[in-house]
Each structure stands twice: as structure tokens, then as C-alpha cells.
């Protein structure tokens, strides 16, 4: 899973670990123009990107990516056709519930841009 939207779910980690983008990227083997791309947005973040991150600035994945999957959800809504996500949502239901909430998300996520209108 590589996502790629607006990272300030990335960035609000780095700061709330008081480390400049300079430190981030040196503590993570990354070139700081290569995390700097990442931060903005232009690369993608990839699974070994965020485990990285998450041990540099001592969060979750949830912490960086919980943002991203809210903006998703959040532009997704007006472009989502309201029966195909119910019949979606129908068939997800008890698959779900033996999920991690990591699979659940990109369940979930997978589910609005299947339902999106045509």
C-alpha cells in the first residue's frame, strides 16, 4: 500500500517529535531533498517509509496515516453512488469484524471508490 495525498499527518508527527526535517531524514536513511518529497506530498509514502517513520518520531502508522484516510473519506463523499455502496457495505459487514483496523481502513476506503458514481 503506497499512499499519495497532502502529508500532514507526516509533518505533525515530525514537529510533535521536535526533529527539523533535516534530523527526520538522516534518522530514517533517507536524503533530506528524498524526505522532504515525501512530506509534500510529490513521492509516495511507502509501507518501509512508514515504519520508518513511525520509529524515528515514536507513533503509529494511525498517527500518519489517520489524516490521509480522513481527507480521502472526506472528498470521497460527494462523488459516492449512495445504492452501490450499501450493497458494498452489506457484503463487507461480517468480513470487517475479523479485521485488523489497519485492513478495515483500506477495507473501508476500497469500498467508497469501488461505490463512486460512473
Do not use: H, W
Amino acid at each position: 500500500m503506497a499512499v499519495m495525498v497532502a502529508r500532514r499527518g507526516l509533518k505533525n508527527a515530525r514537529e510533535r517529535a521536535g526533529l527539523t526535517q533535516e534530523e527526520a531524514a538522516a534518522r530514517m536513511g533517507y536524503s533530506l531533498e528524498g524526505y522532504a518529497k515525501k512530506e509534500r506530498g510529490t513521492r509516495k509514502l511507502s509501507d518501509d517509509f512508514i515504519r520508518k517513520a513511525c520509529a524515528a518520531f515514536g507513533v503509529n502508522a494511525d498517527e500518519i496515516l489517520g489524516e490521509l484516510i480522513e481527507e480521502s473519506l472526506v472528498a470521497s463523499v460527494a462523488q459516492i453512488d449512495p445504492e452501490k455502496l450499501a450493497s458494498f457495505v452489506s457484503q463487507a459487514k461480517d468480513r470487517i469484524a475479523t479485521l485488523s483496523a489497519e485492513e478495515a481502513k483500506e477495507l473501508v476506503l476500497s469500498l467508497i471508490s469501488a461505490a463512486r458514481k460512473p
